[in-house]
């Protein structure tokens, strides 16, 4: 009697694990992003590395599980496949820095590099998940005449599991542990599994397949509006141009966008060396900060608008923009104006591979690499990251960084959040809204502004537009009341989605 209950036990538990396995790999290739970000970035190029490495190591699992289950289809072997899966994962917490650090070094191909990355880290564990669903099949069916159903069923379970995983690490998990924390527990999970004898099985290749299938139909789904001139996908963003009337001075201007409503960069038609946008004009504070600026950096070209007037305004200076986007580059030199200048030398790549490995000293570092308005590189805004910029800083360099938040509320989160990332790298650290000076609540551009020097500053300028900036300079206390980003832990989507 009790080895017919232990029997039944183990067949009824199957869609249980199978859901559990589901789950698991969706957690670990959402994790998997997480790990390739800080060194190889996100953009499309590492995003199909990852999901086509992660896709080919399950069909190698699915075959040779397959196979292996029709030689020997007990569950004291799919335990020991489970275990091995969830040993690995913890494997892979402790040695993915050291990998990717390496691969970092000897490539500077994304491509590459997130491709052995992912082969590396991501397909051992994935071919013994993928192992898992032949047996559970095998397990479960017990005549040819429902074994449709059956089989049906199980993908049916194990598809609903990777979607609560995905959804579950992509809105909390991750958030609230951070990417080695979840690796263990995931690892524990899966040893826990093997030893209750669970066979994990997932239907992972569908829903990634999916989830691209939708993201095409999203990036195609938006209705022809007149007022776009341009329509154009590049590897990193859909770009678009329009060209409108500023509300405040009536002049004509040409707008970049990478969405449909959140515009990237403008340009005065009448001038296009004026700065459209006020938060832009905060830069200049540069020269009250270090008035003897010969080399600058900027993270975050766009259609260059910055760059244009920084080289105006500094003859004698050079200036490095990293542009992840080499089309929005191209879009630049086309629709604004943008030119060669020998004294400006572009970098296409994501601007904390190139913080990374730099080895020169800048004067002044300016920080403006938002995907769309309220989209950020997270690991552009971590302790590792800003420690690389107080390395490539002159003594007396500053770095200036524009965040959209407010400054109070669970609105300003993201805020208090940098803030405190930065105050535990840079003596002095300062806040600068460039409106509304003294709204606690309102969304709007900040500018952290971050002195490599200890020295005072004076909050006053001969220079009236420099004068009326520093004026805006926020000086009540500012609460610390939000962890320190870290490659680890930086929940900057979830701060930035209490915005939206």
Partial sequence: MGLIMLLRYKRNVLELVVFIGGAS??????????????????????????????????????????????????????????????ALIGLVAFVQTMILMFLQQVTSDVRIGAVIGSILLLAPPSVLLGMISPY??????????????????????????????????????????????????????????SLMIFPSSLSK???????????????????????????????????????????????????????????????????????????????RLADHFNPDIKKALLVGGGAYSYPKDFLAKHPQARLDVVEIDSRLTDIAREYFNLKDDPRMAIYHEDGRTFLNKNNSQYDAIFMDAFKSFFSVPYQL???????????????????????????EGQ??????????????????????????????????????????SPRQVI??????????????RWVRTIERDMPILTDDYAPVDQYIMKML
């Fill in 25 to 86: 790999v969706m957690i670990f290739e959402l994790l998997g992003s997480r790990m390739i970000a800080p060194y190889f970035g996100t953009s499309l190029a590492v995003w199909t590395s990852l999901i086509g490495v992660v896709l080919a190591s399950l069909s190698v699992g699915y075959s040779w599980g397959g196979k292996l289950a029709d030689r020997r289809a007990d569950y004291k072997m799919l335990s020991a496949i489970v275990f091995m899966a969830g």
């Fill in 136 to 193: 559970a099949v095998k397990l479960k069916v017990n005549s040819l005449n429902t074994s449709g159903s059956t089989v049906g069923n199980l993908y049916a379970i194990s598809t609903i599991g990777s979607i609560v995983g995905t959804f579950g690490a992509g809105f909390f998990l991750i958030a609230y542990f951070g990417t080695a924390s979840l690796l263990f527990m995931l690892s524990l999970l899966l040893i826990i599994t």
């Fill in 205 to 283: 290749s569908k829903v990634s397949l999916a989830v691209l299938l939708l993201a095409s139909l999203w990036s195609g789904a938006y209705f022809k509006n007149p007022e776009i001139l341009v329509d154009v996908d590049t590897l990193y963003n859909r770009a678009f141009i329009q060209e409108a009337t500023h509300a405040a001075t009536g002049r004509p201007m040409r707008i970049l966008l990478t969405e449909p409503t959140e515009w990237q960069s403008a340009m005065f038609l009448d001038r296009d060396d004026d700065l459209v946008f006020e938060y832009t004009k905060y830069y």
């Fill in 381 to 407: 805004t971590t302790k590792e990251a800003a420690e690389l910029m107080y390395n490539s800083l002159s003594d007396d360099g500053v770095v200036l960084m524009n965040i959209i938040s407010s400054i």
């Fill in 411 to 452: 609105t300003g989160e993201f805020l208090r959040a940098e803030y405190a990332t930065y105050a535990s790298v840079f003596p002095n650290v300062y806040i600068l809204p460039t409106s509304s000076p003294t709204d606690r609540l309102t969304v709007r551009n900040l500018m952290l502004v971050a002195l490599k």
């Fill in 459 to 472: 909050w006053e300028s001969g220079d009236p537009e420099l004068n009326r900036y520093l004026q805006n």
